[in-house]
């Protein structure tokens, strides 16, 4: 979802409240920059990102 697409186009994300909004499940969407910056802190990484579709034998397994 939101990282994966974060990180197949180049988006320059910006907080206008000073880096410093709650991330949870109800205020998730209303800072982008926040967002993203909590998924890399909680270990997530560009290298495990998979792009493109998968084919329906592998989406199968």
Do not use: P, W
């Not at 697409?5 to 000073?18: E, F, L, M, P």
């Not at 998924?39 to 579709?53: A, H, N, P, Q």
């Amino acid at each position: 979802g939101f990282f994966r697409r974060s990180q197949s186009a180049i988006v320059n994300y910006h907080c206008t409240r000073g880096q410093t909004c709650t991330i949870d499940r109800v205020n998730r969407n209303k800072c982008q920059f926040c967002r993203l910056k909590k998924c890399l802190e909680l270990g997530m990484s560009r290298d495990s990102v998979k792009f493109g579709r998968l084919q329906k034998k592998q989406r199968e397994k």
